[in-house]
Antibody, heavy 120, light 107 residues
């Protein structure tokens, strides 16, 4: 059974940092690209960042470019999202999701999400 | 960036109704389009990929069509468990982008 389990969400002050993790199991982790998708309270889905299966390619939404860094450790089946210079508008539930076919395809599996709240 | 525009943003329908939701891409995305269902801000669930392929385990009353820039999600006979918000998403290229969502409510 495919599982994605996020952790690391917390309450943090504006300007602060947080590191989210996504632990994967039930599939060949090193073969599939993974992304982070967020949802602010009462809002729609927003893609945040993605990383290719081999870790050589990383991608970011303009809203987080230069502040967030995605990485993966294929030996530990884990993806991380380092979030710096956090703003109130980064408040959201953050989901990790894997792509269906290698480095392409839709998101066929999602984690349960982890809540990030940026507030003083 | 590729913009995705869904319509309507919300609709009211009755059990048994046929429901159609449209999604338009700002440029040609071929068939690289997915549809997701999300209930009350629970985890999104994949329904359709490559515009018209049904994700495993999804009921056959859901169907997708279209290519290029115009796409449609159809629920042939709305069931009580289908009341939710539906999102389209293009995955032709990064940045991946979602439509704004369509909330399907009970009439």
């Amino acid at each position: 059974e495919v599982q994605l389990l996020e952790s690391g969400g917390d309450l943090v002050q504006p300007g602060g940092s947080l590191r989210l993790s996504c632990a994967a199991s039930g599939f060949t982790f090193s073969s599939d690209a993974v992304s982070w998708v967020r949802q602010a309270p009462g809002k729609g889905l927003e893609w945040v960042s993605g990383i290719g299966s081999s870790d050589s390619s990383t991608y970011y939404a303009d809203s987080v470019k230069g502040r967030f860094t995605i990485s993966r450790d294929n030996s530990k089946n884990t993806v991380h999202l380092q979030m710096n210079s956090l703003r109130a508008e980064d408040t959201a539930v953050y989901y990790c999701a894997k792509r269906r076919v290698g480095n392409s395809g839709n998101f066929d599996y999602w984690g349960q999400g982890t809540l990030v709240t940026v507030s003083s | 960036d590729i913009q995705m525009t869904q319509s309507p943003s919300s609709l009211s329908a009755s059990v048994g109704d046929r429901v159609t939701i449209t999604c338009r891409a700002s440029q040609d995305i071929s068939s690289w389009l997915a549809w997701y269902q999300q209930k009350a801000e629970k985890v999104p669930k994949s329904l359709i990929y490559e515009a018209s392929s049904l994700q495993s385990g999804v009921p056959s009353r859901f169907s997708g069509s279209g290519s290029g820039t115009d796409f449609t999600l159809t629920i042939s006979s709305l069931q009580p468990e289908d009341f939710a918000t539906y999102y389209c998403q293009q995955y032709k290229r990064y940045p991946l982008t979602f439509g704004g969502g369509t909330k399907v409510e009970i009439k």
